[in-house]
């Protein structure tokens, strides 16, 4: 089976070597021989392998496997195993976007808590094929956690930047616990990120940011899967949170995929969801723009999407352009309400990831979502990676957030009486 390295820019292939961008300076993706695969693979194939404890298929990631990395073998995964990941409904959600069909899909449930780690599976794999013995990123804090736990798997070096002091304690405490190296940027994520590209090129370090094309190929199982557990019937509308744009463009391809591969019938439409002050994407989708403006100073509370010059922007421009699909911003106010909602059903995430549930609502509200669609949110990141924010909201800490769903702790003395109080 063949795979290349397709630049999204000027179109020209090459083989799967150690490189990320073109000679253009455009991004790569990989391109996978889809008149090939047609007779390979089918709904049938990938059901069978559902509830298999061989391995790689027991992975959600990798029961798609020929979607994925079809040169991989079995010895050269590194799999602890990801996905699987489940769909929730509950009556609070419905109530509170006025969206009767609405589904989170919950990748909070990966190994280190966030999506990042379908896509590390796969960088990590890619890593291991090439015989890399060092790895870096640079990261809000998810992906850093991913990798580094990754890496100690494979008996890899790794290496993180991360914005100082911008990063959600769980993350930094994982990314620290699982051994990597942590280096505190004095800047934000795009300074970051332009740091750890020079690091790449100079240093040898292996790049597995999401401007990796191995990650975007883990990142649209997201997709693969919700659809399989819809009895390969595609919702109406996929919200997602949009920070760095990984995610958006992992989930055109996926899409496009699925669709020449006669795996789906329906194409569902995907929104994008940015944070309002941290929105380079929304600007340009909305103003029409030819060029993507970075933003200098982002700022959200969702400190995973506080990215103001994503790199993926492009790739994720083609996502929403093919699937009919919309950007939206929300405000931190309309984030934290939504992860009380979240929280209290349940279910439970951190910031970022209630942007979904945030954009869903707001999108119902203007016209654009029906009642009646079906509509999937993805949950980006676990309730526990970010404590700060959780707290903060319910003792009323926060500085521009209303608490409207507050939930205080009461302190009482041992007495019985004043148990049944607040019963
Ligand atoms: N939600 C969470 C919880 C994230 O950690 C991220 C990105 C996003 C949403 C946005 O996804 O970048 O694909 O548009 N976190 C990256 C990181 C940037 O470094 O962990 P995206």
Known sequence: MELKLRCIDCGRETGPVVTYRCECGGLLEVSLDLKELKEVVSRELFDTRLNMGKFPYQSGVWRFRELVH????????VSRPEGNTNLYHHKALANFTGIEKILLKHEGENPTGSFKDRGMTVGISEANRLGMRVVGCASTGNTSASLASYAGLSNMKSIVFIPEGKIAFGKLSQALAYGARVLQINGNFDDAMSLVQEASERLGIYLL????????????????ELIQQLNWKPPDWIVV???NLGNTSAFGKAIYELKKLRLIEKTPRIAAIQAE???????????KLKELKPLKKPETIATAIRIGNPVSWKRALRAIELTDGVVEQVTDQEIMDAKAIVDSSGIGCEPASAASVAGARKLLENGIIEKDDVVVCIITGH?????????????SRLDNVKPRFANMPVKIEPNINLVKRYL
């Not at 940011?209 to 693969?224: A, E, V, W």
């Open 70 to 77: 079809p040169l991989l073998n079995d010895f050269e995964i």
């Open 241 to 243: 949170p949009a920070g």
């Open 383 to 395: 309730i526990l990676k970010d404590p700060d924010s959780t707290i903060n909201y319910h003792l």
């Open 209 to 224: 940011n999401s401007i990796n094309p191995f990650r975007i190929q883990g990142q649209k199982t997201i997709i693969f």
């Open 277 to 287: 002050g941290a929105n380079p994407f929304y600007r340009l989708w909305k103003n």
